[in-house]
């Protein structure tokens, strides 16, 4: 048996645990993303020999985070709808307020994000990515985001008045 292995019990069952180091050839599966294709390598796993549940051990979790948007941002095949809800989620963005910065109806951005819709237009994509990864690098730019999508949601009435013989803006 491997030193790196170490037997414990399951809190779940109380079969047997087994802590193994995931590796390439066994990676360790991070559904906890919400996409397909992510697996993480050089962690810790606890896996009970009885209910085959497994609990990982992920260290610097915000960092890992970071790590799979950046890769989804240089993806150079189109965003996939789980892959969007990603980015918009870890850029704190809330549904309404990413599908205003991208002047699609709520709607349309929830249809895609759940597979109903296959495809966005080209530069969707590139807009899609660009907001999120401004959101995601900075709580500055996030905050940014946030006040653009108000004001895309609730645009202010542009009031004119006739002052003597000429229009102008009045403040708001």
Not at 71 to 89: C, H, N, Q
Not at 145 to 157: D, F, G, H, S, T
Request: overall charge positive.
């Amino acid at each position: 048996m491997d030193k790196r292995l170490e037997m414990r019990s399951c809190e779940l069952c109380g079969g047997s645990n087994v802590t193994r180091k995931a590796t390439p050839e066994r990676p360790y599966r991070y559904d906890f993303s919400g996409l397909d294709n992510v697996f993480l390598v050089g962690i810790e796993v606890s896996e009970c020999s009885r209910c085959r549940v497994e609990v990982p051990v992920i260290p610097r979790m915000g960092q890992l985070h970071k790590a799979i948007a950046k890769d989804l941002f240089l993806k150079k095949a189109p965003l996939t709808g789980k892959e969007v809800r990603y980015l918009r989620k870890i850029a704190g963005l809330p549904a309404k307020d990413f599908a205003a910065l991208l002047g699609v109806n709520p709607s349309h951005l929830s249809r895609f994000e759940n597979g109903k819709l296959k495809h966005l237009s080209l530069g969707l994509d590139k807009l899609v990515r660009t907001v999120a990864a401004a959101a995601t690098n900075d709580e500055h730019h996030r905050q940014i985001a946030l006040a653009l999508a108000e004001e895309r949601r609730n645009p202010q009435l542009s009031l004119f008045g006739l002052k003597k013989d000429h229009w102008e803006k009045l403040a708001a």
